[in-house]
Structures are given as structure tokens and as C-alpha cells.
């Protein structure tokens, strides 16, 4: 109990902050039947940092967002947002993704980090909104992105509530038998400024193209 308190007191009191590179690639808009799908891979989605936060138990959130607009318009004329709250069960040693969407919630279980990374970095087809919205014989594209936020701000009081009751007397004075003072480590930890620890990338675009350019597949 007391080296995990440890190792995720640790994790978040000393978070990296440098610059994490993500980039989205491939961007390939189509129409599935009646909708307008787009496929696209996310490279770096996940810092070493959220990874280990994953691995710890630490909840991580992923906000996807798409926009479709005209060219040469910054005003966009859909929008479609997308939340993955992934979360591990440090006993079972799995994955749990929350997809939620304005109109749904799903759940998916993966077993390890690679799974889970491949999921949320690899989209194929992701309905988008249906093509009566696009409209005729004019140019648009697909504008998509991503960002990372680890440890979001319903985690950190849960975190911190949790930290607050683990701690006795007693494993207090075994952690400085070790050298130094947990007590002295949390008490710095309650007293910092709460921060948003979070990455995304800009708004990556696809190719430009019309609603009679795309080609129909069945699925």
C-alpha cells in the first residue's frame, strides 16, 4: 500500500513539463451507405508520462473533436466532440475505455496498454454526421483534434481525499526510516496549486474535397 501511495504521490508532484509532440496523419474522409466516415492515426498520442499514470490506476481523459467547415472559412458548420475516460484496474491488470458522445456512453476493455493505445490512435471510419449535411458542389475538409489530460481536476480530489486516509502514524515513521518524510512530501503535495497537466495537438485538416467527389462504400 505504502510503495504505491508512494509511486503515485510521486507521479503527480513531479510531472514532466516538457513539450510532447502528437500528430495526426492520414486523414481520410469517406462515405459509409449515408454517412460521412473519417479514418485517421494519431502518432504519439501518449506521453511516457501517461503511461505510467495509466499503469499506476490514475485515470486519463481523451478529448477527440471534429469540425467540418468550408474553405478558407474559420467558421465551422459541424462540430462533433468525443470524450475517452480510460482508466486500469490494477488488480484485474486491464484497460477500461468510457466512449462518450452527446447522444451515448460505450464501454470497451482491452488487456494491455498497447491495445488500448491502438484503439484510441488508429480510427477507421468514424462516423462523423450524415451527408445530407455536407453541402453541394462546394469545397470542404475535415479539421481534427486531440489533446491528453492527465489526471483530471474529479480525479485529483478523489486522489487526494484517498492519500489523506491511507496515511497513519505508524507508516509514517516506516517511510523515514527510508530517508525522508512522507508526511513532509504530502503535506508539500496539499499545498500546491492545483494544475492542469494536459498536451494536444493544433487542428490538423484533411485534403479538400465535395460531397460528389467522395466514393460511396457499402461498409
Known sequence: ?????????????????????????KIEPSLVKDTLSVSFNVQNLFSQKA???????????????????FIGESVSFFGE??????????????????????????KHFFYSFEETKNFLSKAVKRKLCHF??????????????????????QETEKLR??????ISEKS???EENLGFSLASLLNFFFKQEKERDEYSTSWVFSKSFTKEELKIEKN
Not at 81 to 106: C, H, P, S
Request: hydrophobic fraction near 45%.
Open 161 to 166: 481525499e484517498w492519500i489523506k486516509n491511507s
Open 172 to 174: 509514517i515513521k516506516e
Open 1 to 25: 500500500m505504502i510503495s504505491r501511495l508512494i509511486k503515485i504521490t510521486v507521479i503527480i508532484l513531479f510531472a514532466s513539463k516538457f513539450s510532447f509532440a502528437q500528430t495526426i496523419q
Open 132 to 153: 445530407r449535411v455536407l453541402p453541394t458542389k462546394s469545397e470542404i475538409h475535415v479539421a481534427i483534434k486531440v489533446g491528453v489530460n492527465l489526471l483530471p481536476e
Open 51 to 69: 503511461k505510467e499514470t495509466l499503469l499506476s490506476g490514475l485515470s486519463v481523459t481523451v478529448n477527440l473533436n471534429f469540425r467540418l467547415s
Open 81 to 106: 466532440n468525443v470524450i475517452f475516460r480510460i482508466k486500469r484496474d490494477v488488480w484485474e491488470g486491464n484497460f477500461q475505455v468510457t466512449e462518450i458522445t452527446k447522444t451515448a456512453e460505450k
